[in-house]
């Protein structure tokens, strides 16, 4: 059943419509989040995907300009590029290093070439089902693909084949690309343009919603992933502020020692005297300073009035003034 006035099968308009919404849904996504470039492959492939319905659906017609050679030749262009895409799309949106030959060089040496063999086997004979037996090069080249494709999945998952993940990608790669197999077959049997329409969109469809799939994956995990790298850089930034509060007070208190020290020395203390100047300071008492040097109490309160006749001092406030040491500890 065809869509009144053209020669496109209501099913391609049915997966041009599809397409077309999820087109411009991309192309929001893209706008929105510059940074991902993933999105440009989906993006790149919706845009093949409508420009080969679209051609396959419509031409040849003799309603639209342009003659049936050159109808023709643009719709072949659209059924030979689409394919051309597939290997450059796994490559890079699902990371199958194997398949760089396929992806740079590959497809120009067996799609785009036989592809211009095509349209001058077309042009000289003027026989559209001569030309077609062209499609042979591309079967064979599919079918090497298939093998690529399969080295490319076992090297990157190193033979570990067990997890669902794995079996997914797997099977759908597989599926996406058996239309490509089958479209050379669909062309030259004159297949109905529904069947074909539904062949390969199914496919392509099922490889960008794997695609779209995992990278939703990734997303979440990079989000959980930045949930706990903010969360430890809360607990981080509260043990670098305590960090930085205890080594504060100890450069200061190391400072004030040093500033204790040389006035020491100016009144002439001696070594025990500036011991227990030092105790006084950092706020032990008289007890405390007798048990740390192990000497009687007594001793230390002597030593204590010693040092207060040399500093001139009648009272250890007095004392931690006249020596700069108010800023380690009071007295206990």
């Not at 199958?96 to 992806?103: G, P, Y």
Request: proline fraction near 4%.
């Amino acid at each position: 059943m065809l869509l009144p006035g053209t020669e496109m099968h209501w099913v391609t308009f049915g997966f041009v419509c599809v397409e077309l919404v999820i087109f411009f849904y991309l192309l929001i996504h893209r706008f929105a989040r510059p940074d991902n470039r993933t999105i440009s492959l989906d993006i790149s492939l919706i845009a093949l995907l409508l420009v080969y319905n679209i051609t396959g659906g419509l031409l040849p017609d003799p309603n639209l300009p342009g003659s049936f050679f050159f109808q023709e030749c643009i719709a072949y262009a659209t059924g030979f590029i689409t394919p051309a895409y597939f290997p450059y799309y796994v490559y890079k949106a699902f990371g199958l290093e194997k398949m760089e030959f396929h992806a740079k060089r590959g497809v120009l040496y067996f799609l785009v070439l036989p592809y211009f063999l095509f349209v001058t086997v077309f042009a000289i004979g003027n026989d559209l089902n001569y030309a077609k037996s062209i499609l042979i090069i591309p079967v064979v080249y599919a079918l090497w693909v298939l093998v690529s494709l399969q080295k490319s999945i076992r090297f990157k998952y190193r033979n570990v084949h067990n997890s669902g993940d794995v079996k997914e990608e797997t099977g759908v790669l597989y599926f996406s690309l058996t239309p490509w197999v089958g479209l050379p077959f669909i062309t030259y049997f004159n297949l109905s343009q529904s069947v074909e329409a539904t062949v390969t969109n199914t496919g392509f469809l099922l490889l960008l919603a794997l695609h779209i799939k995992q990278h939703v994956e990734q997303v979440k995990t990079e989000h959980r992933r930045l949930i706990v790298s903010e969360m430890q850089l809360l607990t981080w930034n509260e043990q670098l502020h305590e960090e930085v509060d205890k080594r504060t007070k100890e450069l200061e208190r190391i400072s004030t020692e040093e500033r204790i020290m040389q006035n020491c020395h100016i009144y002439r203390l001696t070594g025990r005297e500036k011991e227990i100047v030092l105790f006084i300071c950092r706020g032990n008492s008289y007890r405390q300073i007798a048990e740390a040097l192990f000497i009687a109490e007594r001793t230390v309160t002597k030593h204590v009035q010693n040092i207060f006749d040399k500093v001139k001092v009648s009272n250890k406030l007095e004392l931690l003034n006249k020596l700069g040491a108010t800023a380690v500890g009071q007295p206990g």
